[in-house]
């Protein structure tokens, strides 16, 4: 990266808790004191709105799984009910064995019913959950795509990734599990407590009565949990951002022999995960205790009494007997509710996680009614009066007063010391972002007038570093032009000099080049790059240092062709070698975002000014 873009970017970020693992902040996030939980976004479950409005979408799957609710609660409380039937008339002396086998057939058939209702639940709800978190992924990364590059220099991409991840985990356990449990659970309960009326009245009104004094725990301690969850799911998003920034870096981590300081690092954030996680987990687990505590606590007083009324002939035994069982499974229903209560606040705060994700507006969007770029293209720019701030730095402008009129055809190399501006040229061009002052057109029209889309489709970039795809040569290479034929494809390669150790690949344009093209060299990953700009037949080039990865040999091939092909386009240079912009038909000289010098090569050495100092700088390192 150049050192124009904001070194800060990252100090301002509006999703929330960020843990930005990329940074230095790492160290605070390892010894940050959790005793401050963050301030939750909301009390209730309404971030789930969201995940449900998705599931919606499947209402067959929805009946399914509803049906299959209603026969597995019906099931289970017609367990009780049976056993009811078993000890009032299969335990008496005038029980015959064909009636005591009816007893319990009908048991036998009942559970066999519960077993298929079971799994046909499981099977829906899960898929369901599994459904909706894709939906979810889906949505959220088509929103990632329409955000410009500048979300992503405020909002960690390694924090986003964790909430694609471990938050959408959550999602899926609410959606495949918890609410399945919630319903089951519900409507054990109420039809349980409607079976316990029927079966005792008296003793069933003594039952609910202590509901109250369920609900009361389950209100205050459902509060913290909402807000503890909130956190755990931040500091877990830290271990996951962690580990992606140390091992992407893992030669530098052993090259400089930190080893141990990363690990003890590492472990103060994964301490401060366990300490939020234990927090959450101690908060939970006393409220499951004061509910069972109190639910059952209610069910042994009322089963006493019960006892009593047996003794003294009011009600049969089998009536006891299957009031314990339904007042265990409506006791052991409320109780699974309040772990279902912890869980859904757990999921509403996942959702309204991703919820920031997908409700990010794109700052960069086409206008309503976007101008179209005319044809054929022509390939000329222009800069008028332009000033620009990156939003993450506004005291520090990046261009100031910046005018510039470039020629079809024209190259024009720029070139300046680290943080002149170089770079926010090609970012402004791109349109990632738009300028605070002044005009930027293409063919000219203004770039804020036309689709974003359309604009890139003109323009073709070489980074300075040769960024690729986990994908095959193949894909890597027509990523600016999919549907390119493979003798395009070579004939690209062959130009940037990349012919030679592509065939030479395991399986030629098949062979998969590892994650960031790790398979290949600096100098092979930047030929690839130059043959994918090339391949990508724009009017327009932005060559970011192309040639920075390559050795002399390489270089002066790829030069080679990289001239030839800028005779019909227009080609912007960034550089830092001042040795490759000598042919230029202009260099413009930036200095802390303003132009100072521009000409040719030979007019701005005798004119003695920064290029010229520059110049006579660069050439004695080289010559040393």
Request: glycine residues 8%; proline residues 5%.
């Amino acid at each position: 990266m150049h050192a124009e873009a904001p070194d800060n970017a990252h100090a301002a970020l509006p999703l929330g808790n960020r843990s930005d693992a990329a940074s230095p902040a790492i160290e605070a996030i390892a010894s940050a004191d959790d005793t401050a939980e963050p301030k939750p976004r909301s009390r209730s479950l309404a971030p789930l709105r969201m995940v449900f409005g998705t599931a919606i979408q499947y209402p067959r799957q929805i009946a399914l799984a509803l049906i299959a609710l209603v026969i597995t609660s019906a099931a289970t409380l017609a367990i009780p009910y049976r056993f009811k039937v078993i000890i009032d008339e299969a335990f008496t002396g005038n029980a015959t064995e064909q009636g005591i086998a009816h007893a319990f057939e009908y048991l036998l058939m009942i559970v066999v019913i519960l077993g298929i209702g079971t799994a046909m639940r499981f099977y829906f709800v899960s898929w369901l959950g599994e459904r909706v978190v894709a939906d979810i992924r889906l949505k959220v990364q088509a929103n990632l795509l329409r955000l410009s590059p500048g979300f992503y220099e405020v909002n960690s991409p390694k924090e986003i990734s964790s909430r694609m991840t471990s938050d959408t985990a959550i999602i899926e356990n609410v959606v495949g599990t918890t609410v399945s449990v919630a319903l089951r659970n519900t409507l054990t309960g109420i039809g349980g407590i409607g079976f316990l009326l029927y079966l005792a009245p008296s003793l069933t009104l003594g039952l609910l009565i202590g509901i109250p004094l369920v609900v009361v725990p389950i209100v205050y301690f459902g509060r913290k949990i909402r807000a503890v969850s909130r956190s755990s799911q931040d500091r877990i998003a830290d271990v996951g951002a962690y580990i992606t920034e140390v091992l992407s870096a893992m030669k530098i981590v052993q090259s400089f022999g930190q080893e141990r300081r990363e690990a003890e690092r590492f472990a103060r954030v994964v301490e401060n995960t366990f300490e939020t996680a234990r927090r959450r987990i101690l908060l939970r687990a006393s409220m499951t205790t004061v509910v069972i505590l109190l639910v059952f606590g209610g069910v042994v007083l009322v089963m006493w009494r019960g006892a009593l009324a047996v003794a003294a002939g009011e009600i049969s035994g089998g009536t006891i007997a299957a009031f314990v069982l339904t007042g265990g499974l409506v006791a052991g229903a409320l109780g699974a509710l309040t772990e279902v209560y912890g869980d859904l606040l757990r999921g509403a705060g996942a959702a309204s996680r991703l919820a920031e994700l997908l409700e990010a507006k794109p700052e960069i969007a086409p206008p309503a009614r976007p101008e179209r770029l005319p044809q054929p293209p022509r390939g000329s720019l222009s800069f008028r009066n332009v000033t620009f701030r990156y939003p993450a730095r506004p005291e520090v402008a990046a261009l100031k007063d910046f005018t510039l009129e470039i020629e079809p055809g024209e190259t024009v190399a720029i070139v300046g010391p680290s943080g002149a501006g170089k770079s926010t040229i090609f970012q402004l061009v791109e349109r990632f972002y738009d300028p605070q002052v002044g005009t930027i057109r293409l063919d000219g029209v203004p770039l804020t007038s036309a689709d974003p889309a359309e604009i890139r489709a003109r323009l073709a970039l070489v980074p300075q570093d040769g960024v690729l795809f986990s994908a095959n040569a193949r894909d890597n290479l027509r990523y600016g032009k999919w549907d390119a034929t493979d003798e395009e494809i070579w004939q690209a390669a062959r130009a940037a000099n990349a012919e030679a150790f592509l065939r030479a690949l395991p399986n030629g344009l098949d062979t998969h080049l590892g994650e960031g093209g790790t398979q290949l060299s600096g100098g092979q990953q930047q030929r690839v790059a130059i043959a994918r700009a090339l391949l990508r037949d724009a009017p327009i080039l932005l060559l970011d240092e192309a040639t920075s990865a390559l050795d002399a040999e390489s270089e002066q091939l790829v030069q080679q062709a990289l001239e030839a092909l800028m005779k019909d386009r227009t080609t912007l240079v960034i550089a830092h070698r001042l040795a490759t912009v000598r042919a230029a038909d202009r260099i413009v000289v930036l200095d802390e975002g303003r132009i100072v010098e521009q000409g040719t090569h030979d007019a701005l050495i005798k004119a003695g000014g920064l290029y010229a100092r520059l110049a006579r700088l660069q050439f004695a390192a080289d010559a040393a």
